[in-house]
C-alpha cells in the first residue's frame, strides 16, 4: 500500500519570505501523481499544484513550486513572498496511474502552516 | 455550475441513528469520493466510485454504505451512527482518476 509522510506537523514563516513543507512517500510504482492541497480555516480543498511522475521538470504555479525527487521519493512545497492568505493546513498527495487500476488518492496527516506578519 | 454539493453542512446523531450524508455534482465526473477529516489523520478514504453502479472500499469502510445509481449522486448511508465517526466529512469528485479533484464543502458531524 502506498504511504505519504509528512514530517512536519506545524510550521509558520515571516509575510514575504520562503518556507518549504516536506512530503515523502513510498511507492514501487513507476508512473503516478503526487499533488499538494491546502485548506484554510474556511475548511475548502484547494488543489495548489500537481505533479506527474514521468514529468521531469517540476511543477511551479505562480509562488508555488516543488521540488521532485523521484529517486529519493521526496515531494517537497516551496512557497515564495509568502502571504498571510497562505495561512492554511497543507497536505500532500499520492495517487498511482489510473492504468495500474482503480486508485483513490492517498493523503498525508498534514502541516499547519501559520504565515506571521 | 454548482460543482460538488454536499448536505446537510453540520448534523447532530445520537448513538444509533442512521442518516445519509448527501453528494451531488453537476460536472459528469466519472470518479468520486468519500473522506474523513479527523485531527492529526489527514483524510482518509472511505468509498468511491469510478463510474455509475461500480463502489469499492477505501481505508475506513466499515460503518458506511454508498451506492451510485447516477453519475450525479454518491450518497454515503451511515447504517447505525457511533461516537468514533464524529468527524467531518467531505465528498470529492474528478473527471477522472488522477485529475483534480473537487471538493464540497464538508459536513461536520457529531454523533453523542
Known amino acids: 500500500a502506498q504511504t505519504v509522510t509528512q514530517s512536519q506537523p506545524e510550521m509558520s514563516v515571516q509575510e514575504a519570505e520562503t518556507v518549504t513543507l516536506s512530503c515523502t512517500y513510498d511507492?514501487?510504482?513507476?508512473?503516478?501523481?503526487l499533488f499538494w492541497y491546502k485548506q484554510p480555516p474556511s475548511r475548502q480543498m484547494i488543489l495548489v499544484i500537481r505533479?506527474?511522475?514521468?514529468?521531469?521538470q517540476n511543477a511551479t504555479e505562480n509562488r508555488f513550486s516543488v521540488n521532485f525527487q523521484k529517486a529519493a521519493k521526496s515531494f517537497s512545497l516551496k512557497i515564495s513572498d509568502s502571504q498571510l492568505g497562505d495561512t492554511a493546513m497543507y497536505f500532500c498527495?499520492?495517487?498511482?496511474?489510473?492504468?495500474?487500476?482503480?486508485?483513490?488518492?492517498?493523503f498525508g496527516k498534514g502541516t499547519r502552516l501559520s504565515v506571521i506578519a | 455550475n454548482a460543482g460538488v454539493t454536499q448536505t446537510p453542512k453540520f448534523q447532530v446523531l445520537k448513538t444509533g441513528q442512521s442518516m445519509t450524508l448527501q453528494c451531488a455534482q453537476d460536472?459528469?465526473?466519472?470518479?468520486m469520493s468519500w473522506y474523513r477529516q479527523d485531527p492529526g489523520m489527514g483524510l482518509r478514504l472511505i468509498h468511491y466510485?469510478?463510474?455509475?453502479?461500480?463502489?469499492d472500499q477505501g481505508e475506513v469502510p466499515n460503518g458506511y454504505n454508498v451506492s451510485r445509481s447516477t453519475t450525479e449522486d454518491f450518497p454515503l448511508r451511515l447504517l447505525s451512527a457511533a461516537p468514533s465517526q464524529t468527524s467531518v466529512y467531505f465528498c470529492?469528485?474528478?473527471?477522472?482518476?488522477?485529475?483534480?479533484?473537487?471538493f464540497g464543502s464538508g459536513t461536520q458531524l457529531s454523533v453523542l
Open positions: 466510485s469510478v463510474g455509475a453502479g461500480i463502489t
Open positions: 470529492a469528485s474528478s473527471l477522472r482518476q488522477a485529475e483534480k479533484l473537487f
Open positions: 511507492t514501487s510504482e513507476n508512473n503516478y501523481y
Open positions: 498527495a499520492f495517487m498511482k496511474h489510473r492504468y495500474s487500476g482503480n486508485t483513490p488518492l492517498v
Open positions: 460536472m459528469n465526473h466519472e470518479y
Open positions: 505533479q506527474e511522475a514521468y514529468k521531469q
